[in-house]
């Protein structure tokens, strides 16, 4: 058996055994966070929620008061896809030194587990462009800390509604020349913010734009589906068996499969692979067709 064979060997008893993409959703109130999972899981329901003590509780999730405020140790979870597992953070809205460090406590303490399904595998740090404050120094100092190597993509969210925030027509001249400057003013501005990001000490792994969340997935709403946050994550993941299960968890976007199966193949030059078997059991790794996969 080559090194190539017992690699893709070893890649599918790892898919076998690990299940669950880990991912942390930083964000305050109202960044769209929920809405995020809610479209990576293809469902409009509400989670099930399972406590932090391992003990595999439900929790409660009815909209309260409190809505926004989680125990980041909690898992969040969808039943039209399990294999994505949610973190919610609290967010960072006012500068507490005793949230900032919660996040980054709960970052270390999961990238040390050696359980690679217990592991943390991403972070979505999601900044909502309807807000007059778009981007807090509170939020901008995450990006001077350390986060053990755990991929983090920037997410811009609700850009739509800076584009809105942006159009001033009164009624008589070209509208269209109005949406234009509009648009061109929200791309100024989101450029600016990578800009700042960007320059920080550790900036984010990969950036995204996301327009459209709240409308329906269809040909009028490409954006909708949020297909560049899945291939912007895929993109940041270093680790071959991380992407391999993050392209099979999520199950919306088959063609993502196909351009990060091939990419990799290419990339890590499996020149040895002795049938075309062996190169079918590998590409097909990427997909959530592991039962068919031998």
Known sequence: MSIEDAEIDELLNLRRKCKRFRILVVGRANAGKTTICQKMCNTTEQPVVYDANAKGNVVNVSPTSKRGVHDINAEITYPNNPGYVFHDSNGMESGSVTEKDTVMSFIRSRRETM???EQLHAIWFCIP??????????????????RSGVPVVLVFTKCDALETRYFDWDGETDIEAQMDLARQRSVEELERLKVIVNSSTRP????????DMHKPEDEDHPCASAKALVDK????????????????????????CAKYAIRDFIDRKHRNLSSAKKIERYLLSYYPLLPYVR
Request: proline share 4%; with cysteine.
């Open 115 to 117: 359980d690679l399904q």
């Open 129 to 146: 462009m309807d807000d007059s404050r778009p981007l807090l120094e509170s939020e901008r100092s995450f990006f001077m800390e350390s």
């Open 204 to 211: 984010p792994n990969g950036v995204v734009e996301l327009y």
């Open 233 to 256: 994550t895929a993109e940041c993941l270093d680790v071959s068996v991380l992407r391999v299960l993050f392209m099979s968890v999520q199950s919306k976007h088959l063609e993502l």
